[in-house]
């Protein structure tokens, strides 16, 4: 059984990963022959029954996000915009892929009050 847990855990690292990388495609779709960034999200050290666990997860992602969309503190209004609906869709997307309830409580509580709380995962 944990055998099989490594391997989901892997599996949707890379999923994750994609998710991230399918969304940087989009915004260098009008750039022909531009490489997609991606980063692959690692997770299988932790465990995501425990809120430590999912905290952890949560940043990696948004991490990883960061790195792919870049320029989220560019001056250009326009890019910061953009940059950061990238990350937010990037964080969404590679959260889905995981289909884990904490992680997405946890995504929803650093959120706070601006934003309306998204169901990105539920249990089977």
């Known amino acids: 059984m944990k055998t099989m847990n ?3 855990n892997i599996a949707l690292a890379t999923v994750a990963a994609l998710s991230v ?3 940087a495609i989009g915004a260098h779709a ?3 022959g531009v490489p997609v960034p991606a ?3 690692h997770y299988s050290d932790l465990n995501l029954n425990t809120q430590a666990g999912a905290e952890r997860l949560y940043m990696r992602i948004r991490g990883a996000a960061q790195l792919v969309c870049r320029d989220v503190g560019s001056r250009q209004l326009e890019e910061a915009m953009a940059a950061r609906a990238c990350v937010e869709q990037a964080v969404i997307a ?3 892929a995981v289909n884990n ?3 997405t409580n946890t995504y929803n509580a650093h959120l706070g009050g601006a934003q309306t709380a998204t ?3 539920s249990v089977r």
Do not use: C, F, N
């Open 21 to 23: 990388a399918s969304l």
């Open 101 to 103: 309830p904490r992680l």
């Open 39 to 41: 980063r692959t999200v």
């Open 94 to 96: 590679s959260i889905r």
């Open 30 to 32: 009008d750039e022909p």
């Open 119 to 121: 169901t990105v995962a």
């Open 6 to 8: 490594h391997s989901k």
